[in-house]
């Protein structure tokens, strides 16, 4: 599968963003799907996660609350809606996808597909 994000810019404090992350492939509807983000020196961490039927979600601590990750699976198409941006959550998002896996898995390893990154600055 391939998958492609969209919807970075730049935002300021306490503005709001939607991400897109498009995919190619007939069993997107099958994949556990992810948004991560690596911010300049630092490792690439985990933002949310979605199941393939979008019955169960996982947040980070930093973004719970203020990020919501959805997914249609008619247009094979996972959504991440972020508010209250603070400037810490300027990075690089990336979408992912794990197949064969029930639920929800912060696993990175498990994450076999990923865009290629959209760019998110938040400015104070």
């Known amino acids: 599968v391939q998958l492609q994000a969209s919807g970075g810019g730049l935002v300021q404090a306490g503005g709001s963003l939607r991400l897109s992350c498009s995919a190619s492939?007939?069993?997107?509807?099958?994949?556990?799907m992810g948004w991560f983000r690596q911010a300049p020196g630092k490792e690439r961490e985990v933002v949310a996660v979605i199941s393939w039927r979008g019955t169960s979600t996982y947040y980070s601590d930093s973004v719970k609350g203020r990020f919501r990750i959805s997914r249609d699976n008619a247009k094979n198409t996972v959504y991440l809606q972020m508010n209250s941006l603070k400037p810490e959550d300027t990075a690089v998002y990336y979408c992912?996808?794990?197949?064969?896996?029930?639920?929800?898995?912060?696993?990175?390893?498990?994450?076999?597909?990923w865009g290629q990154g959209t760019l998110v600055t938040v400015s104070s």
């Open positions: 492939g007939r069993t997107f509807s099958s994949y556990v």
């Open positions: 992912a996808a794990a197949p064969l896996v029930a639920g929800v898995t912060v696993d990175q390893s498990m994450y076999l597909f």
